[in-house]
């Protein structure tokens, strides 16, 4: 018998989850579930090693053509004709008089992409125009498989071939939108012909810059992956999953993936594949200025008469440029992070201030901490510069060299969190909060173990907490960061009065460690790592144990990544002890 058959709760193994709970491996009852909240959206690294957002399609009956759709003038709609997927579900969309179209009324804003799958018929030619926002149009030939011609606010637009004669076209826009139009066009900048049919299927709007997974709808929009209330088991460190627990964040970068404010560069958009793993990334190219090449936006930070501490993160993946520096500009004062190596994934600036996280693919996230004062009046801006060599930013460009970007984030507080993507607005992510497994079958009053295999997000100075109580500060057992640095704290409390209260310091909290807190009458310990590191030979055991819970009483949520938590009702000996946290 292992260890682990003597628990009687065990959250761990990639447990299952939905809207609202977290079940435990073990036992597999939905009264001890744990109840989790979040009211938005987030992302997350997936399974894949790819960051993960939330899913949509804003469009009403997606594949219904003649509910929830319009047309201007004469259009002729037929159902069951044969689909790109071998099945009767696609559309015959004919036209009987000069530039007719099909549309369906929207209400967007911000950065969004259309996309529909269309074949050819006795016309090869359908074009894409939104209504609300000027120079919006993309025509695309279904007889070559070529894009057509674009106006000018049509930031990028694809054609993809399915099979069978069939192509996904999409494009993306900026801007106020009222409707999405389709025409049957007959030419290139050509819909002036009174006849002609193309067979469509499967429409999509979406925010971004890329057309992801279609997603079917009826009478009401489509939001999956990781909407509101889903927790998140979060694949950043390893193979093995950890639930990600964030406090809130708001992204103050109106556009995290559309930086459409060069300075002295050029910009590609959806030039590779980003660390979401669709090509959404921009390049940038530096310019034959002398000078520091980039991106550079302004109006960031809020006006605050004393210095607030912001922190400032991008994804950035190499080309001929290996290096790259993040600088801000608040009233008269520069202040400038060191280089952020793209090569070597290292840094040459102060690591309690600078950070660079491998995300797979060549794709690096540098952040950058700082303190920030910003009065009325004074220069506001951040700049992302290329660098040639490290910290030499002012040089003259070569109009071919540069390195790609993705993912801007400028948020309150002294450590980066997940990526929260933005299309024109800055977007708030509300703290996750996760608890109140309760059961008193559980948890046993007289002896038992609490373990836990946890990452602090930051050695913030916060008390962060795990605890089996009786639902008030009278009654626990704990295992927290404490708000002294790179510290860990066992508490037990009986009856108001604490029987076991001892701390160690460790090297560094956001590093996974084991812990393990073994109460009995007169007999407690904590263990970290394999090794017993604290004890205690006299006190109470706690009364009235039927709950488990990320934060006590009063709030101190832990705030961080969980691997395992597990409940034993009996004090391990040891032996044991050592193997579980070892």
């Given at each position: 018998?292992?260890?682990y058959?003597?628990?009687?709760?065990?959250?761990?193994?990639s447990?299952?989850y939905?809207?609202?709970?977290?079940?435990p491996?073990?036992?597999?009852?939905?009264d001890?579930?744990?109840d989790?909240?979040?009211?938005t959206?987030?992302?997350?690294?997936n399974?894949s090693?790819n960051?993960?957002?939330?899913?949509?399609?804003l469009?009403?009956q997606s594949n219904?053509?003649?509910?929830?759709?319009?047309?201007?003038?004469?259009?002729t709609?037929?159902?069951?004709?044969?689909?790109?997927?071998g099945?009767t579900s696609?559309?015959?969309?004919?036209?009987?008089a000069?530039?007719s179209?099909?549309?369906?009324?929207?209400?967007?804003?911000?950065i969004?992409?259309?996309?529909?799958?269309a074949?050819?018929n006795?016309?090869?030619?359908?074009?894409?125009q939104?209504s609300g926002?000027?120079?919006v149009?993309?025509?695309?030939d279904?007889?070559n498989?070529?894009?057509?011609?674009?106006?000018?606010?049509v930031?990028?637009?694809k054609?993809?071939l399915?099979?069978?004669?069939?192509?996904?076209?999409s494009?993306s826009?900026?801007?106020?939108?009222?409707?999405i139009?389709?025409f049957?066009?007959?030419?290139?900048?050509?819909?002036?012909?009174?006849?002609g049919?193309?067979?469509?299927?499967d429409?999509?709007?979406?925010q971004?810059?890329?057309?992801?997974?279609?997603?079917?709808?009826?009478?009401?929009?489509?939001?999956?992956?990781?909407?509101d209330n889903i927790?998140?088991?979060?694949?950043?460190?390893?193979s093995?999953?950890?639930?990600?627990l964030?406090?809130q964040?708001?992204?103050l970068?109106?556009?995290?993936?559309y930086?459409?404010y060069?300075?002295?560069?050029l910009?590609?958009f959806?030039?590779?594949?980003?660390?979401?793993?669709?090509?959404?990334?921009?390049?940038?190219?530096?310019?034959?200025?002398t000078?520091?090449?980039?991106?550079?936006?302004?109006s960031?930070?809020p006006?605050?008469a004393?210095a607030v501490?912001?922190?400032i993160?991008?994804?950035?993946k190499?080309?001929?440029?290996?290096?790259?520096?993040?600088?801000?500009?608040?009233?008269?004062?520069s202040?400038?992070s060191?280089?952020?190596?793209l090569?070597?994934?290292?840094?040459?600036?102060d690591?309690t201030?600078?950070?660079i996280e491998d995300?797979g693919n060549?794709?690096?996230?540098c952040?950058f901490?700082?303190?920030?004062?910003q009065?009325t009046?004074?220069?506001?801006?951040?700049?992302?510069?290329?660098g040639k060599?490290?910290n030499s930013?002012y040089?003259?460009?070569?109009?071919?060299?540069?390195?790609y970007?993705?993912?801007f984030?400028?948020e309150l507080?002294s450590?980066p969190?997940s990526?929260?993507p933005?299309y024109?607005?800055?977007?708030?992510r509300v703290?996750d909060v996760c608890?109140d497994?309760?059961?008193?079958?559980?948890?046993?009053?007289?002896?038992?173990?609490?373990?836990?295999?946890?990452?602090?997000?930051?050695?913030?100075g916060?008390?962060?907490r795990i605890?089996?109580?009786d639902g008030?500060f009278?009654n626990n057992?704990?295992?927290?960061?404490?708000a002294?640095s790179?510290?860990?704290r066992a508490?037990?409390?009986?009856d108001g009065i604490a029987?076991?209260?001892?701390?160690?310091t460790?090297?560094?909290?956001t590093?996974y460690?084991?812990?393990a807190v073994r109460?009995k009458?007169?007999?407690f310990?904590?263990?970290v790592?394999?090794?017993?590191?604290?004890?205690?030979?006299?006190?109470?055991?706690?009364?009235?144990?039927?709950?488990?819970?990320?934060?006590d009483?009063g709030?101190?949520?832990?705030?961080?990544?969980?691997?395992?938590?597990?409940?034993?009702?009996?004090a391990?000996?040891?032996d044991?002890?050592?193997?579980l946290?070892?």
């Amino acid at each position: 018998m292992t260890v682990y058959n003597k628990a009687s709760l065990v959250l761990a193994e990639s447990p299952a989850y939905k809207a609202g709970k977290i079940q435990p491996y073990y036992p597999l009852t939905p009264d001890v579930s744990f109840d989790f909240t979040r009211a938005t959206s987030a992302t997350r690294v997936n399974a894949s090693g790819n960051i993960e957002k939330e899913t949509q399609n804003l469009l009403l009956q997606s594949n219904q053509f003649d509910t929830t759709w319009d047309n201007s003038s004469v259009i002729t709609l037929t159902s069951g004709q044969p689909d790109k997927d071998g099945g009767t579900s696609a559309w015959e969309l004919e036209k009987g008089a000069a530039s007719s179209f099909l549309y369906q009324s929207v209400t967007t804003s911000g950065i969004n992409t259309f996309s529909l799958y269309a074949k050819a018929n006795t016309t090869n030619w359908i074009m894409f125009q939104v209504s609300g926002i000027a120079n919006v149009r993309t025509f695309f030939d279904l007889g070559n498989g070529v894009l057509g011609s674009s106006l000018s606010n049509v930031i990028d637009a694809k054609i993809e071939l399915v099979g069978s004669g069939w192509y996904r076209c999409s494009f993306s826009y900026n801007g106020n939108a009222v409707a999405i139009r389709v025409f049957p066009a007959d030419a290139n900048n050509d819909t002036s012909g009174t006849s002609g049919s193309i067979y469509i299927q499967d429409a999509q709007l979406e925010q971004g810059l890329v057309a992801r997974n279609y997603q079917e709808t009826t009478t009401t929009a489509f939001y999956g992956g990781i909407t509101d209330n889903i927790p998140r088991l979060d694949y950043t460190d390893s193979s093995c999953p950890s639930v990600l627990l964030e406090p809130q964040r708001t992204n103050l970068i109106p556009h995290s993936e559309y930086f459409n404010y060069p300075s002295n560069s050029l910009l590609t958009f959806n030039s590779i594949a980003s660390p979401e793993g669709l090509v959404n990334a921009v390049k940038i190219v530096e310019n034959t200025n002398t000078n520091i090449h980039g991106i550079s936006k302004t109006s960031v930070f809020p006006t605050n008469a004393s210095a607030v501490v912001y922190t400032i993160s991008v994804f950035a993946k190499k080309n001929q440029r290996d290096f790259l520096q993040i600088q801000t500009y608040a009233d008269s004062t520069s202040i400038n992070s060191n280089g952020f190596d793209l090569t070597n994934g290292t840094i040459t600036g102060d690591s309690t201030n600078h950070k660079i996280e491998d995300y797979g693919n060549g794709w690096y996230r540098c952040s950058f901490t700082v303190s920030i004062t910003q009065s009325t009046g004074g220069y506001n801006f951040i700049r992302i510069a290329i660098g040639k060599v490290n910290n030499s930013f002012y040089y003259t460009g070569d109009n071919t060299s540069g390195l790609y970007l993705y993912g801007f984030q400028l948020e309150l507080g002294s450590y980066p969190t997940s990526y929260i993507p933005t299309y024109g607005t800055s977007d708030t992510r509300v703290a996750d909060v996760c608890g109140d497994a309760s059961t008193s079958a559980i948890f046993n009053v007289s002896e038992g173990v609490l373990y836990a295999e946890i990452a602090a997000l930051a050695n913030d100075g916060t008390n962060r907490r795990i605890v089996i109580s009786d639902g008030s500060f009278r009654n626990n057992v704990q295992i927290y960061y404490y708000a002294a640095s790179n510290r860990i704290r066992a508490l037990v409390t009986s009856d108001g009065i604490a029987s076991f209260d001892s701390n160690y310091t460790l090297s560094d909290v956001t590093e996974y460690h084991k812990f393990a807190v073994r109460y009995k009458q007169n007999d407690f310990s904590l263990w970290v790592d394999g090794v017993e590191v604290r004890t205690d030979t006299s006190g109470n055991t706690p009364l009235g144990l039927n709950q488990l819970n990320f934060n006590d009483a009063g709030g101190s949520n832990l705030y961080g990544k969980t691997k395992q938590v597990i409940y034993f009702p009996t004090a391990l000996t040891d032996d044991e002890c050592a193997i579980l946290t070892t």
